[in-house]
Nanobody, 122 residues
Framework: QVQLVESGGGLVQAGGSLRLSCAAS????????MGWFRQAPGKEREFVAS????????TYPDSVKGRFTISRDNAKRTVYLQMNSLKPEDTAVYSC???????????????WGKGTLVTVSS
């Protein structure tokens, strides 16, 4: 079992930055591919970023590419999401995810965090 707990969400103005953290407990994260997903009110959950366990390869959708950066520290069992140049449309609940399979999708996640709310004001 892996428990994932997100932190770092909050209210920020458009153009600002936030750094989300995802701390894991239980089994080691070192062999899991990790990712972030988000869900805005009234919308489906969508993929935001992922990082592989073996070579640190990162993947982003076009909507956040160049603005968001995912990273991981296996020794600290923590995954980060640095979000820059935030836009009101980035407002959502951001959830951390761990998957043994790759690429990540909402259909192949082994563990989910409960999420942290990010609100971007215009």
């Amino acid at each position: 079992q892996v428990q994932l707990v997100e932190s770092g969400g909050g209210l920020v103005q458009a153009g600002g930055s936030l750094r989300l953290s995802c701390a894991a407990s239980g089994r080691t994260l070192s062999t899991y591919n990790m990712g972030w997903f988000r869900q805005a009110p009234g919308k489906e959950r969508e993929f935001v970023a992922s990082i592989t366990w073996n070579n640190g390869r990162t993947t982003y959708p076009d909507s956040v590419k160049g603005r968001f950066t995912i990273s991981r520290d296996n020794a600290k069992r923590t995954v980060y999401l640095q979000m820059n140049s935030l836009k009101p449309e980035d407002t959502a609940v951001y959830s951390c995810a761990a998957a043994g399979r790759y690429p990540l999708s909402i259909y192949n996640i082994d563990y989910w965090g409960k999420g942290t709310l990010v609100t971007v004001s215009s």
